[in-house]
């Protein structure tokens, strides 16, 4: 636990936590004892300080060495940020962006840089690297940095992260760094009150539709496809009322579209909500977080570009109103929440991707990153599959549901044992559905004083039946995204229909029983 004294140093801000200081010291102990051209990896969770911890790196280095550092980066957000903390720590630095002037490069000790600016500028002879002996490479799980090693071969690299896990899994990031040192860890920074503990709330979710592109994520279309039907934005705006309601909140999406069908959701219930995206420009986005961060209980809809460089404590609430398969976009999206602030000790996460069971809790103790980093692939296999996860799942009626379905003693109704059952007997698959709907009715009916009341409960059964209709299409091999959207139309229909001619007669059997 933090010493009464390190808590000092946390309220004034002026020092390093003993953390940043012994990662420090062991980055400088594998330089001093490293080639000079020694690639090391190092490992820190999102809101650990990875930006103090080698600006730091950055002025010793500068006082024991007659060289220069250079600092590259992937957005043109984190070069700015990146450049004041060097101020901060007394480094003179330039950032090379498109409009800089070069002409007086030898003035600065360190530059910062984009990937594709500084690409330009090297292939253009404008600026002299002849003297630069250590590169720092910001998030550094991106692959675009890797094209530029050619131009430092005589230097020390260091890559930062909080996921030591390449965004391509073609290109494995051991074969671009010697050595992996980790950090502390996300349970350690929590319990030693340097980040805000997650409370993961898990809604399982339908996502055999998806598909996953040449990237080895789900791509953007038929993501979009699936979060902006009815039944998921519903899902949506259930979650959040029932989680997030009057909370400062992100909600992070899979395409520009999906975003702008969030938005729109959210603005027609009358909620305080602003999106943003990569074509938004420079002051509109300005203007918008400044909004955000003035704004009680603000709502946020975005896609990636919140995921890095983006840092307001005040967040309450992240909702992944998406589906990934990279752990290093579901450790950024939620880390985004994870800043202490004021009383902040913890934030609530929302998770409408099945990412909670395909990754674990986030900072999971289970992660083993020098593991990862070796044997990526091994990782990446034992990630189960999304059939796989959706086998796993139960159904359980939301509390607040349950209770108006409270005269029914069990509300649930096994798919997999019914079909079973069915076959061994010679039946048809299709006394299956039948057979739900009857179940469906009856407790329905079990809890209402009259047809309209138990047509009105019927509207609460939407994700149990998709859960059964997914059970069911699994059953039978048989799942694309149309057959299923018709066959959960086609139920609901059936089960409306045998209630209004049935209503009366199972009434009279429940009294009888009663």
């Known amino acids: ?35 000079d051209d020694y690639h090391l990896l190092y490992q820190l969770p999102t809101g650990g300080g990875k930006t103090v911890i080698f600006s730091e790196i950055v002025s010793q280095y500068l006082k024991t060495q007659n ?32 409009k800089a002037k070069l002409a007086d490069q030898n003035d600065y000790d360190c530059f910062v840089a984009m990937v594709e600016t500084l690409n330009n500028r090297l292939k253009d002879n404008k600026l002299d690297i002849s ?5 720092i490479i910001d998030e ?31 290109l494995p990031m051991t074969d671009n760094y010697n050595e992996l040192i980790v950090g502390e860890s996300i349970e350690s920074l929590i319990e030693n009150s340097f980040l805000a503990e997650a409370n993961m709330f898990s809604y399982n979710v339908g996502l055999t539709s998806l598909v996953v592109g040449a990237n080895g994520d789900y791509t953007v279309k038929s993501s979009e496809d699936l979060y902006t039907n009815n039944e998921m934005l519903s899902k949506l705006m259930d979650a959040y009322n029932e989680r997030c309601k009057n909370k400062k909140t992100l909600i992070f999406n899979n395409g520009i579209n999906t975003s702008l069908f969030v938005y729109d959701l959210f603005k027609r219930a009358g909620f305080p909500i602003a999106h943003l995206d990569n074509t938004t420009t420079k002051k509109e986005r300005s203007n918008i977080l400044k909004w955000f961060k003035e704004t009680p209980n603000a709502i946020l809809t975005s896609v990636s570009i919140l995921t890095t460089g983006f840092d307001e404590p005040s967040v309450e609430a992240i909702v992944l109103n998406r589906a990934t398969k990279s752990l290093t976009l579901y450790y950024q999206m939620i880390g985004r929440g994870s800043r202490i602030f004021k009383n902040k000790k913890c934030f609530d996460v929302v998770d409408l991707g099945n990412n909670f069971h395909r990754f674990g809790p986030w900072g999971s103790t289970n992660l083993d990153w020098h593991r990862i980093f070796k044997h990526p692939s091994h990782y990446l296999d034992g990630i189960l599959s999304d059939e796989e996860l959706e086998s796993n799942f139960v159904y359980e009626m939301p509390e607040d549901i349950r209770r108006l379905f409270s005269k029914s003693e069990n509300v649930f109704f096994d798919i997999n044992k019914t079909y079973i059952s069915s076959i061994r007997n010679g039946e048809s698959s299709k006394v299956v559905l039948k057979r739900s709907i009857e179940q469906h009715a009856k407790i329905c009916i079990e809890n209402s004083d009259d047809i309209y009341d138990a047509l009105v409960l019927i509207k609460l059964l939407d994700d149990d039946i998709e859960y059964r209709i997914n059970r069911y299409s699994k059953c039978i091999s048989k799942s694309t995204h149309n057959f299923l959207a018709w066959l959960k139309e ?19 059997e429940l009294s009888l029983k009663s």
């Open 67 to 98: 060289k220069k550092v250079l600092v590259m980066t992937h957005r043109i957000e984190l070069c700015k940020q990146t450049s004041n903390v060097l101020s901060e720590f007394g480094v003179r630095n330039k950032v090379i962006d498109s």
């Open 131 to 135: 003297n630069i002996g250590l590169v």
């Open 1 to 35: 636990m933090l010493t009464t004294y390190e808590r000092e140093e946390r309220k004034e801000g002026k020092e390093l936590y003993h953390y940043q200081k012994g990662a420090i010291q062991k980055i400088f102990q594998c330089f001093e004892s490293a080639v």
């Open 490 to 508: 086609d139920y609901k229909k059936k089960l409306r229909s045998f209630l209004r001619l049935n209503f009366d007669e199972i009434k009279s």
């Open 140 to 170: 550094a799980h991106y692959n675009s940095f890797t094209k530029l090693f050619k131009f430092f071969e005589n230097s020390f690299i260091l890559g930062v992260t909080a996921t030591p896990l390449s965004s391509n899994i073609e």
